[in-house]
């Protein structure tokens, strides 16, 4: 370390980022752990409990059943938003007067506050008077989200594709437009065509963009409260309870704030683990 | 395939081109003849990628035909046309090896795998790329990944033309002059028309047989780079061709003689005084104007070091006249005066020059 000084004044500067940090994710973090390790009854009054939820959560079969859920779903929208999303960005145009209109259209679901996206599912695909079930039901089909679990599970995910399949389409969007025209040019020379076009020239180009939608698809699909939360309310039965609806319902439902707590740390856990997986997967790839 | 014919073309990138300014090129009709080495030279926006992605065929012309030999190629695709090109910036397959790449063109047209082999080897060898083959393409440097480009085109046996859009923008300087060597080295291995197109006079002269030279969608003039350097056709290629750029300097016609600011101009060509109103100029190449001990008395502004020479910055009245002087030549000391050589010395009217032939 020699020929470097040592200015004690750089902490001054950070000081105000500790603190930001500090007060949005450290200190309510913090306290989630100490409920974690305790028990409580109210009043303030608490009893060291140790690893106990932690055990408890990690072999109980409800936690079980909604973290297969959960990775059921999420698999699920992945397989159809990515493709999608992809196929919908080649469609659109790259030039023209059509441009505004397609990606303001794309947009446009993002732009609903996600407790309205579960309302309008809601009544959209209620069999008696909603347009879907009704149209559903005048095909023959007996359909009735709020009864039949496998209809409950089509409905959350039809919704999901139509309200997150544009964020996949806007950054696929942001790839294919930059990509240089000689790319084309050359293919078309080489004699490319469709799909060798798509395979060595698209994909490759798209890749950054897409790991990055991948990411915040898999993360927000992997935490997804509000919208099934409206919809179905977690059931019929538990049938759509995925695991931020099933961690509500300990926390605030039951008041369990000792398991609850050490369940929520599990599934921050595990979040933050499939992330760095995904990430360095498809990171590794891009070195190779 | 016999040289390449373009027919009257006109392209403009609008629907509706109404005024001239519309058409980026303005008509344009050319003969080039089998195997020889072109360049396309001109400033930005002049139109030479349009001519050339015509030729390609990425672009359909406005108007006009273009023929390969006796075909008329006009709506053929460019994969059908027995043409390579190279971008300005290198396009590489970032997910395929040097190998692949190379064999790209080859497997799409569904050549047998041995001869695609045998191909892309000596084709890598004529590149030096071939301790390179199995690496990532995206790997490469600047100039490396060009090479790939050229290569692509080099290896399918079909290409009779090979166009470069000012390949050597990216490439480090020193790297310009080698690989710059290498393309003229290939023409002559390879023996295919190659269709340069640059900004760059020296790349343009150094590189072809003729240069086209294009301005504002129309061809100048077409020459060999010593015809561009001597007799310029039109002003604008005395300006762009030569460092410094002619002299343009506008005069007057008296009894078939050029007369600048009342001192007559000796020229060899006898200009008649029927121009009519045209803007007439008289152009001179710094090169071919000398200090004397009589002509046009001159007083000199500024004195600038090129090296091997200087050049000299003069002016007689408001007109600026520059001229080069060798660098261990002593410049005159007080009165100067200059001179042209007669045999150097055009005369232009609107642009245009005036020889015995176009009159």
Redesign the interface.
């Known amino acids: 370390m020699t020929g470097k000084t040592s200015n004690q004044k750089a902490w001054l500067f950070v000081l105000p980022v500790v603190v930001l940090v500090a007060f949005n994710a450290l200190i309510p973090l913090m306290t989630v752990v100490n409920y974690s390790v305790q028990e409580t009854f109210g009043d303030n009054v608490f009893f060291w409990e140790g690893l106990r939820w932690y055990e408890e959560v990690l072999h109980s079969e409800r936690f079980h059943a909604s973290l297969l859920r959960q990775i059921t779903f999420t698999s699920i929208i992945l397989l159809i938003e990515v493709p999608l999303g992809v196929a919908i960005a080649l469609a659109m145009p790259r030039r023209g007067p059509w441009v505004p209109v397609c990606l303001v259209l794309m947009a446009l679901p993002m732009l609903i506050p996600w407790n309205v996206v579960g309302a309008m599912w809601n009544i959209f695909a209620l069999p008696e008077i909603g347009l879907l079930g009704k149209t559903i039901n005048s095909l023959g089909i007996n359909y009735n989200f709020t009864q039949q679990p496998l209809a409950a599970w089509f409905t959350t995910i039809l919704m999901d594709v139509w309200h997150w399949t544009s964020l996949v389409v806007l950054l696929a969007y942001a790839g294919l437009c930059s990509i ?1 025209a ?2 084309y ?2 293919a ?6 469709g799909w ?1 076009i798509f395979r ?2 698209e994909l ?2 798209m890749k950054r963009v897409l790991t990055i939608a991948i990411l915040l698809r898999f993360m927000d699909s992997f935490m997804i409260y509000t919208e099934p939360f409206v919809l179905t309310g977690g059931g019929p039965g538990n049938a759509t309870t995925f695991l931020s609806i099933d961690l509500v319902k300990i926390a605030l439902g039951q008041f369990d704030l000792g398991p609850a707590a050490a369940m929520s740390l599990i599934y921050f856990l595990i979040v933050l683990l499939l992330s760095w997986v995904f990430y360095t997967l498809m990171m590794r790839h891009e070195e ?1 | 395939m016999s040289g390449i014919g373009l027919k009257d073309i006109r392209h403009s990138y609008l629907r509706n081109p109404k005024s001239d300014e519309d058409w980026a090129l303005k008509h344009i009709s050319l003969d080039w003849s089998d195997g020889g080495a072109y360049a396309l030279l001109g400033p930005s926006g002049c139109g030479k990628t349009t001519l050339l ?1 015509i030729i ?1 065929g ?1 672009i359909a012309p406005s108007e006009g035909r273009v023929w390969f030999g006796d075909q008329d190629v006009t709506e053929i ?3 059908q046309r027995n ?3 190279v ?3 290198p ?1 590489v ?4 090896t040097v190998y692949e790449n190379l064999a ?2 080859l497997r ?2 569904g050549v047998p795998k041995g001869d695609i082999e045998a191909r892309v080897r000596e084709i890598a060898a004529m590149l030096d790329l071939t301790d390179m083959l199995s690496r ?1 393409a995206s790997g490469l440097t600047a100039d490396g990944k060009q090479k790939i ?1 050229l290569g ?2 080099l290896v399918r046996s079909d290409v009779n033309v090979i166009m470069f859009d000012e390949p050597l923008t990216v490439i480090d300087p020193h790297l310009k002059w080698v690989l710059r060597s290498k393309l003229k080295e290939l023409h002559q291995q390879v023996g295919s028309t190659m269709i340069y197109v640059t900004h760059d006079q020296t790349e343009a002269l150094t590189f072809a047989d003729l240069v086209v030279v294009m301005h504002e969608g129309t061809v100048v003039q077409i020459g060999t780079p010593v015809e561009l350097f001597e007799s310029p056709k039109h002003t604008f290629v005395g300006h762009f061709i030569g460092s410094p750029g002619m002299n343009v300097l506008p005069c007057e016609i008296d009894q078939g003689a050029p007369i600048l600011a009342g001192w007559k101009i000796e020229v060899e060509t006898r200009v008649e005084q029927t121009m009519g109103g045209a803007r007439l100029e008289i152009g001179v190449r710094p090169e071919f104007v000398s200090f004397s001990s009589d002509g046009i008395p001159v007083e000199i502004v500024k004195v600038n070091d090129a090296g091997r020479y200087r050049i000299i910055d003069t002016r007689h009245g408001h007109i600026h006249i520059k001229l080069l002087v060798a660098e261990d030549d002593a410049l005159p000391s007080e009165s100067a005066y200059i001179r042209f050589d007669p045999a150097h010395t055009h005369v232009y009217a609107d642009g245009w020059i005036i020889d015995g032939n176009s009159q």
């Open positions: 240089p000689p790319y040019q050359a078309k020379i080489d004699g490319a065509r060798a060595y020239i490759p180009k190779r | 992605n390609s990425l695709p460019p994969d043409i390579a090109q971008f300005q910036f396009v397959y970032d997910t395929m790209f063109p799409n047209r990532r480009s692509r085109g």
